[in-house]
C-alpha cells in the first residue's frame, strides 16, 4: 500500500486569507496525481490531475503544482472565501488504474 | 455531467444482517470503484470493477464482497455486518483510459448497531 500523507490535518483561517497545504507521496513510479474537494453533504470533486513534473495547474483562485522527483504536491488557495471550506483530497494513481488517497486536510474558512 | 448515485444516504443495520449498498452510474463508465471513508483514516479502496463481472479486491477487502451484473451498477455486499463496518461508504466510476479521473456518489452513511 503506498503512502500518501497530507498536511496539516486541518487548518482555520480568515476569510481573505491566502492558505496551501502539502500532499507527500512516494517519487519512485509516479503515475498521476489528483486533487478533490469535498464539502460537507457533496460528492468529492476532481479539481486537478497533473501528471508531469513541474505541473502547474489553476481554477479560479485555486491552484496547485507537482514535484514529482522529491515526491509532493502543494495546494494553494488565494484569498479564502467561507465558500472554499470543505477537506481537500489527494490521491496518487498508479498505471494498475487504482488510486490511494491522503487523509486530507480540512479547510475552515471564517468570515 | 456524470451522475453517480448511491442507494441510500443513510442506513442503519443489525450485527450479523446481510447488507447491499448499491451503486448506479449513467455514463457508461467502464470502471467502478468502492471505498471506505473513517475519521483520520481518508479513502480506503475496498473494491473495483474493469468491467461486468469482473471485480478485483482493493487493499481492505475482508469482510465486503461486490457483483457487477450490468455495466451500470456495482454492489457492495456485507455478508454479515459488524460494528467495525460503520463507516461512510463512497462509489465511483471512471472511463477506461482515464482512471484517475473519479466521480464519486454521495455516500451512505452506514452504522451497525
Known sequence: ILNVEQSPQ??????????NFTCSFPS??????????????KSPE???VMTLNGDEKK??????TLNT???????????????DSA???????????KSTFGDGTTLTVKP | DVKVTQSSRYLVKRTGEKVFLECVQDMDHENMFWYRQDPGLGLRLIYFSYDVKMKEKGDIPEGYSVSREKKERFSLILESASTNQTSMYLCASTLAGKEHEQYFGPGTRLTVT
Open chain 1, 87 to 97: 477537506t481537500y483530497l489527494c490521491a496518487l494513481g498508479t498505471n494498475a488504474g
Open chain 1, 10 to 19: 486541518s487548518l482555520h483561517v480568515q476569510e481573505g486569507d491566502s492558505t
Open chain 1, 46 to 48: 476532481a479539481l486537478f
Open chain 1, 59 to 64: 481554477k479560479g483562485r485555486i491552484s496547485a
Open chain 1, 69 to 83: 522527483k522529491e515526491g509532493y504536491s502543494y495546494l494553494y488557495i488565494k484569498g479564502s472565501q467561507p465558500e
Open chain 1, 28 to 41: 519512485s513510479n509516479f503515475y498521476a496525481l489528483h486533487w478533490y474537494r469535498w464539502e460537507t453533504a
